[in-house]
């Protein structure tokens, strides 16, 4: 992203998602940068389709934000890969199915939600 737009400006969207995910989760939710552009939640209490819902939530509230500059309006968006926790799965299978959406609605055109 910062070689796209430079790195104000990547540096006020990612400010512009972190403020926007953390005003909507609840208060017991983790949701935290993961690395470069990529946010990691964890999102308790709620069976799979249950996060699909967040997910999606999430989403929408991103792509309804407005990131505004002096002269400059800009849309962001983003792409959300989705995991729930089943029986058999450590962290690292849970984070690669949810890794593996990720590309999945990137893939599919951006600005949507997959689940593994």
Not at 21 to 45: K, M, P, Q, T, Y
Not at 83 to 112: C, E, F, P, S, W
């Amino acid at each position: 992203m910062n070689d796209e737009c430079g790195h104000l400006l990547a540096d006020a969207i990612l400010k512009l998602v972190a403020r926007t995910l953390h005003a909507n989760c609840r208060s017991f939710d983790i949701v935290a940068r993961w690395g470069g552009e990529e946010f990691g939640a964890i999102i308790s209490n709620v069976d799979a389709q249950q996060l699909v819902l967040v997910a999606e939530k999430f989403r929408a509230m991103v792509a309804a934000s407005d990131l505004r500059l002096p002269g400059h309006a800009f849309g962001v968006t983003v792409s959300v890969g989705a995991a729930a926790v089943q029986a058999d799965d450590t962290a690292l299978t849970l984070l690669k199915r949810a890794d593996q959406a990720l590309y999945q609605a990137k893939r599919q055109g951006r600005n949507r939600v997959c689940a593994g």
